[in-house]
């Protein structure tokens, strides 16, 4: 069982930054894939970014450029560095763990609420 727990949101104006930290339980977390989605209203949950226990780094195309995802295996915390934000960057952004011989990501975050103002 993996507890993600993440912080990090808030207000920002357009332009600025903010960084997402989700930090997790259980001592297996750098074996398993973590994903950042988001959740705007309206809208579908997406996949925004994801890293696999060997780094290797995945980003959707309206990111790139503007956000980067880190993890600290010795912390068990995953990040989401995002910059540059756009009010269309305005979402729940939620923290996901899957491991590596699977698609669907089994354990969830409660999600911590992103607002860009323009």
């Known amino acids: 069982q993996v507890r993600l727990v993440e912080s990090g949101g808030g207000l920002v104006q357009a332009g600025g930054s903010l960084r997402l930290s989700c930090a997790a339980s259980?001592?297996?977390?750098?074996?398993?894939?973590m994903g950042w989605f988001r959740q705007a209203p309206g809208k579908q949950r997406e996949l925004v970014a994801r890293i696999t226990s060997g780094g290797n780094i995945y980003l959707v195309d309206y990111v790139k450029g503007r956000f980067t995802i880190s993890r600290d295996n010795a912390q068990n915390t995953v990040y989401l560095q995002m910059n540059s934000l756009k009010p269309e960057d305005t979402a729940v952004y939620y923290c996901?763990?899957?491991?590596?011989?699977?698609?669907?990501?089994?354990?969830w975050g409660q999600g911590t609420q992103v607002t860009v103002s323009s």
């Open positions: 996901a763990a899957r491991r590596m011989s699977t698609t669907l990501y089994d354990y």
């Open positions: 259980g001592r297996t977390f750098s074996t398993y894939v």
